[in-house]
């Protein structure tokens, strides 16, 4: 199997539980609270980890104690935190508020710093699978090097085209679905579409008892990644995606894999 490489945001979150979204100038009350692991990146990685793959991980912390906590996480759940670089400052760190529906509104503290990272290219072999699980134009030059190398490029969108091989993003993320990639687009409750070589196709979401709907697409794209990386066809990546997704759903955590997925 290939070996993994997610770049992306590894964060640490404090979730505010609430009974409705306060409206400007107005007061909630928070009925539970939690601090916890979480980030896009991350999450990603820890699910794969966790399914029995080799995962590296590339993006940054802060020199504080979020981030050795994030790196702890990360480290035991068995993901390379190698090319985990630290940086002067504090670790990204996001507020989520979190209805009783389930759904989640974040709001980020720290500045987004990824756009400085260095991305190890020449550690990736051919026919490794790297994900990225947030984008900046800064990462062109890498994609399309890694892409000529032989190494499966993914991204969320825009990516940089013709670079990536599929796309992985919600519908918001999406300004136009673009013609020369496999763009799959998820639509939370109303599941999944695949668009491809002018063709799409619709998969529902499977059921779920929705609790927080944090880390769902992150589980959803390691769960497709993993398919690809086991030579499945895209449809049953997509189907894997979705029953991880809804094992995530059905738990208080931003990071998929809490519960071992399947």
Known sequence: MPDFWIIGPIAWDLALYVDHLPASGHFVQASDSAERPGG???????????????????????ADAAGQKMTNTLATSGVDVHHVQTLPGHTSSVVLLIEPNGERTIIGIQPDLLHTIAIPTTAIA?????????????????????????????????????????????RNDFSTIPANTTAIVTEGAKGVTVHSCGNSQHYPAAPADVVDVTGAGDAFAAGLLWGIAQGQHLDQGVRRGLIWAAQTVATKSSMPGQGAPP
């Open 126 to 170: 051919p026919g490794d699978i790297v994900y990225f699980a947030a984008w900046h134009d800064t990462f062109t030059p890498a994609a399309q090097a890694l892409a000529g190398n032989g190494t499966l490029v993914t991204s969320v969108p825009p990516g940089t085209l013709p670079a990536m091989r599929y796309l992985i993003g919600s």
């Open 40 to 62: 896009t990146g991350a999450n990603v990685a820890v699910a794969l980890s966790q399914a029995g793959g080799t995962v590296h991980m590339v993006g940054y912390i802060g």
